[in-house]
């Protein structure tokens, strides 16, 4: 008896490790992506044991019964070697889209940063749109609509102001983006658009020197292919900023800038596994705090009725965000860790303008292209949790960025007019070149009075 019974013992034992085994190796098989490989991971490690303290009989508490329950009917789906669907439950638990958290700090805060580098060039004499730096983020960005001004524009010809500002000097402009990103084997795609506000004021200290300040508001919105969720950001700004133009033909600019970003994040989870259909919308809170330093130098060499020389920016970005816990979806809510991410950005262009006076006023028709590298943006990691997951040492699912593009560019062409009496416009082309998933063009027009 003691020898069947051990012998019996051994073979339930066995069997069930090898069952155990078998899914385990079945739910990685399932897995896509590398999201979806360690969700499978956690899965496997933590469904078992909510099993063994109460899952199986269905007494365990309702938010960690639930997880049981649908982690089971994943691993259901693998086991009877429905894999497509299996991936399927695992891409909609995977949490991809949460990913794109940085982008939309970086898009509700570089509307208001852009402004700042529209209100410098304008500072410093430059033709065109603009041409002081704003950071790249990834995005094709509109250069800010001028809405009012105090003071008229300041446009070089033959390497002299065509007018001075002096005293103070009161800007508002207004920015409205849109676009969309492909989604990749690690991101999910998503459209976006979002509209901006940025105010400052600026006093000329000297003939030479010029100091700011500005504040801003944006709301960015990102809605997420397949109606799998939205991520809607308020962003505040506070910015300084100044230039100095030794010259007229030379500047230097810089302009350093805090913002805050409070966002909701709806990630919808819509799937069928063995155990049932899920419909449910996770939702999310939480903060996200955004440092900025840019400096941009230029020259400009003077020929005639031609203008052109080389520019260099310089850039450093912080963005961290809150850690927060996800509610309204039972036992798939997840908690994130904190998350922090770096920037440094060098822009090495050159630009070329032509100044035409004509009987209505002057025109500048002005080109550049820009080469723009990044040193520091590597691919980072998120870690979550389910919120309901009651084990300490349950593996952590990992979700991870795509590698940024280390180099890409912009080439661009505008015309600006400055008319009598002070008013003035310009139009302005742009796109991105050489970025991976990303296709933008621009097409710009603003507009600029005297007070």
């Not at 049981?68 to 009917?73: L, M, S, T, W």
């Not at 009877?80 to 990913?99: F, H, K, N, S, W």
């Not at 950071?135 to 008229?152: F, V």
């Not at 805050?260 to 419909?279: E, W």
């Amino acid at each position: 008896m003691r020898a069947g019974a051990w012998l019996l013992t051994s073979g339930c034992v066995l069997a069930f490790a090898t069952t155990a085994a078998r899914a385990q190796t079945t739910i990685a098989d399932a897995a896509a992506n590398p999201q979806q490989t360690s969700v499978a991971a956690n899965i496997a490690n933590i469904c078992p044991r909510l099993g063994t303290a109460g899952g199986s009989a269905g007494t365990l508490p309702a938010d960690e019964q639930d997880l049981f329950d649908r982690c089971n009917g994943v691993v259901t789906l693998a086991n009877r070697g429905d894999l497509d669907e299996a991936a399927g439950a695992l891409g909609q638990i995977a949490a991809e889209e949460v990913l794109a958290q940085e982008s939309v700090v970086n898009g509700t805060l570089a509307p208001q940063t852009r402004a700042l580098a529209a209100r410098l060039s304008a500072l410093s004499g430059r033709a065109g749109a603009g041409q002081i730096a704003a950071r790249d983020d990834g995005r094709q960005r509109r250069e800010p609509i001028y809405l009012a001004s105090t003071e008229p524009v300041q446009i070089t010809q033959n390497g002299a102001s065509l007018e001075t500002e002096s005293g103070i000097g009161l800007f508002v402009t207004g920015d409205y983006n849109f676009g969309n990103a492909d989604a990749t084997d690690l991101e999910a795609g998503f459209d976006f658009d979002d509209i901006s506000i940025t105010a400052g004021g600026d006093y000329r200290l000297t003939d030479t020197v010029v100091l700011g300040a500005a504040g801003g508001y944006s709301n960015t919105e990102i809605d997420f292919d397949d109606d799998a969720g939205t991520l809607d950001g308020d962003g505040y700004t506070l910015s300084v900023y100044g230039i100095w133009n030794p010259t007229p033909q030379a500047g230097v600019s810089t302009y350093a800038s805090f913002g805050q970003v409070d966002y909701t994040s709806r990630r919808r989870l819509a799937f069928t596994d063995a155990n049932g259909t899920i419909d449910r919308t996770a939702e999310g809170d939480t903060d996200a705090d955004q440092y900025e330093v840019t400096g941009s130098a230029y020259y400009d060499f003077v020929a005639g009725a031609w203008t052109y020389g080389p520019t260099l920016h310089l850039s450093y970005l912080r963005t961290e965000i809150d850690g927060f816990t996800e509610e309204g979806a039972q036992g798939l809510n997840l908690t994130f860790e904190d998350q922090a991410a770096e920037s440094v950005q060098t822009w090495l262009g050159a630009a070329v303008s032509r100044t035409f006076s004509t009987g209505f006023g002057v025109t500048v028709l002005q080109a550049r292209a820009q080469w723009i590298h990044e040193f520091a943006d590597d691919s980072r990691t998120v870690d979550v949790r389910y919120a309901a997951d009651p084990f300490t040492d349950s593996p952590t699912i990992t979700l991870t960025t795509e590698d940024p593009d280390r180099n890409r560019g912009r080439i661009g062409a505008g015309a600006s007019f400055v008319f009598p009496g002070g008013a003035s416009g310009f139009l302005d082309a742009e796109t991105i070149v050489g970025h991976t998933d990303v296709e933008s063009y621009t097409v710009t027009a603003g507009l600029r009075f005297t007070f």
